[in-house]
């Protein structure tokens, strides 16, 4: 069996992790596999060392709000979408892979290659369209008609197709996490990353992912800390992460809010780094504040694979992921008081907390290990028609 991926960025956040333990999982099987990337980063660092070919396609055309600012904008996106075609149509030529498989939904060039290609093509929807309605009421049939299924990382995203062509081809699959891959640390590094947070001691809270205020919610996150630090003046805070790319200077914004607040001291912002696992582990609580829909939230998984507790927004794939009361707590998006009263009640009972973060491990063994992603997976595939070898 080949596949071959198509995805950006090259960074290692949600998807592109999720990316990276799909590969290993389909090389362990002895799958073929390669991925079509628009730079080196470390994504591709890591594909490299895991066997994978790599194939670079410079800024491969993605659909985002700047690109349709301006009419010129919309032009220049169009023509870059013709040279990404043109460009996967050699790649595929050569390589010559058995099933294509566009890993993001705002990649259009790719479906369009595969069909003109022939071949099958899987198209994963890991994004929420609720902020561009009129783009998503024609772009949900253009997906159905250009792939042969469409993966969706959550019921949530799944539920966006209803009323469309596209449904029918959709499959729900979570993609899971390997905990023995994620959670290959020591004691050792979370002890370097607790004393980076914590010098002086005392719990630590934390949100996990790429900073974008507004819709990631840190300043949520930081609203929420500011509110908390009278009651528990030994808390810190931490973001870990660096910000989305055109989002830098939401960095300083979190930080000055932090330092208005009057926990700056107690506030800090990690930047980009590769063993977000042993960072996670050195927390006491996850968060994920995210305003707009988080389509599933691979950070909420790993925090339970590391048995920690977590608070997130209700209002998107976190509601699959978290049982509210019993592995964490669910709460409104944007709501800051919300989130404080939640953290204050497991900060004010540590045990409650370990006992949440027990219970989250439990549940992520029994639905979210990569194991029953991958199976699920290889039953697609099996659907499409491909033989596929006895799991090894």
Known sequence: MRVLFVHSPADLYGASRALLRLCHDMRRDGWEVAVVLPEE????????????????IPGIAKIERQNFATAAGAVRFCRDVLSDIRAQRQIIARWR????????????????????AGRRHLWHLRETYGEFPGL?????????????RIVCCSQVTADQLAGSWAARRARVIYEGLASNEFCAFSAADVATWRRRFAPEGGPVVGVVGRIRMVRKGQEVFVAAAQQLVGEFPSTHFVCIG?????????????????????IGHRFAITGDIEDVAAAT?????????????????????????????VVASVNGGGREQIEDGVTGFLVPPGDADALARALAMLLADPQRARAMGEAGRRRFEAIFTSDKGHAAIRRLYAELGFEIAPHR
């Not at 980063?41 to 670079?56: D, N, T």
């Not at 099933?99 to 790719?110: A, G, R, Y």
């Open 242 to 262: 660096d910000a989305y790319p055109g989002n830098e200077s939401h960095v300083e914004e979190l930080r000055r809010r932090a330092e208005q607040g009057g």
């Open 136 to 148: 998503w009421a024609v772009y949900k049939h253009i997906m159905g008609v250009f792939s042969t």
């Open 97 to 116: 892979p058995d099933v294509i498989h566009t890993n993001i939904s705002i990649i259009p060039s790719t479906a369009v290659a595969a069909k003109l």
């Open 41 to 56: 980063g470390g994504l591709s660092r890591r594909l490299a060392a895991a066997g994978v070919e790599v194939f670079l």
């Open 281 to 309: 582990a050195a927390l006491d609580i996850a968060v994920m504040p995210s305003v707009v829909p988080e389509p599933f939230g691979n950070v909420v998984m790993e925090a339970m694979c590391l048995g920690k507790p």
